[in-house]
């Protein structure tokens, strides 16, 4: 069977294969079904691009990342300082720590997300300080309400041996499955388009095949006849 890519989206065989295909669809009678070649429905390719795009939103971590302890560093180191202590109350001393060190912060969006208060952060103090006497990574440890607990990715191996324990906003899996969606959809576009083109109907029994020209001429009247 030749190829022929003039005109890759309406068909990928040559006009001698598009007839031979048509001769085998009309003589087999399998057991009676009958299947005309129509295009696959508009609101299909739709629901399964929808469908792949939906995949990747739901799955990719920039929604719902979990707190690290490195977020809440920089709040832990300033909420003693005099500048802080000097506020009158926890509300003050709060918001003094969102707006000029959280707002500064390289973890601002997270902050933003998972906001904490001067309660939360006396409870995190000593957890953070004793993680950072084992000079461990506070990115690869979660906040969990009143605990600090290694997160649960696995990712490479640092030089040092230590396992990168941290949520990527892109992994390898994705790109794994870029490249599967991509087969996928060029292997059902290729079977698809190997067919003859949907302006070819096969003839079911005694029915006579139209010709492109037939067709044309009855879409022509029909569009007349919507309008009348």
């Given at each position: 069977?030749?190829?022929?890519?003039?005109?890759?989206l309406?068909?990928?065989?040559?006009?001698?294969?598009?007839?031979t295909?048509?001769?085998?669809?009309?003589?087999?009678?399998?057991?009676?079904?009958?299947e005309?070649?129509?295009?696959?429905?508009?609101?299909?390719?739709?629901?399964?691009?929808?469908?792949?795009?939906?995949?990747?939103?739901?799955?990719f971590?920039?929604w719902?990342?979990?707190?690290?302890?490195?977020?809440y560093?920089?709040?832990?180191?300033?909420m003693?300082?005099?500048?802080?202590?000097?506020?009158?109350?926890d509300?003050?001393r709060?918001?003094?720590?969102?707006?000029?060190?959280?707002?500064?912060?390289?973890?601002?969006?997270?902050?933003?997300?998972?906001?904490?208060?001067?309660?939360?952060?006396?409870?995190?103090?000593?957890?953070?300080?004793d993680?950072?006497?084992?000079s461990?990574i506070?990115?690869?440890?979660?906040?969990?309400?009143?605990?600090?607990?290694?997160?649960?990715?696995?990712?490479?191996?640092?030089?040092?041996?230590?396992?990168?324990?941290q949520?990527?906003?892109?992994?390898?899996?994705?790109?794994?499955?870029?490249?599967?969606v991509i087969?996928?959809?060029?292997?059902?576009?290729i079977?698809?388009?190997?067919?003859?083109?949907?302006?070819?109907?096969?003839?079911?029994g005694?029915?006579r095949?139209?010709?492109?020209a037939?067709i044309?001429?009855?879409?022509?009247?029909?569009?007349?006849?919507?309008?009348?």
């Amino acid at each position: 069977m030749a190829w022929r890519f003039d005109n890759p989206l309406r068909t990928l065989a040559d006009d001698e294969s598009n007839k031979t295909a048509m001769e085998i669809w009309e003589s087999e009678s399998l057991g009676g079904i009958t299947e005309n070649n129509n295009r696959l429905p508009q609101p299909v390719v739709y629901l399964l691009v929808l469908t792949i795009i939906s995949a990747y939103l739901i799955t990719f971590p920039l929604w719902g990342q979990r707190p690290t302890a490195a977020i809440y560093q920089e709040y832990v180191a300033a909420m003693d300082s005099p500048e802080v202590q000097a506020l009158p109350n926890d509300q003050a001393r709060m918001d003094y720590l969102v707006k000029e060190v959280g707002a500064k912060s390289k973890y601002k969006t997270q902050l933003i997300q998972h906001p904490v208060e001067m309660d939360d952060l006396r409870v995190l103090k000593p957890l953070i300080a004793d993680l950072q006497a084992k000079s461990a990574i506070l990115d690869d440890y979660t906040v969990l309400g009143n605990r600090i607990v290694l997160a649960n990715f696995e990712g490479n191996l640092r030089s040092d041996g230590t396992q990168v324990r941290q949520q990527p906003w892109w992994d390898q899996g994705y790109t794994i499955d870029i490249f599967y969606v991509i087969y996928f959809c060029l292997a059902v576009m290729i079977v698809v388009k190997r067919l003859p083109p949907n302006t070819v109907q096969p003839r079911h029994g005694s029915e006579r095949m139209l010709s492109d020209a037939e067709i044309a001429e009855l879409s022509v009247h029909g569009q007349k006849r919507r309008v009348a």
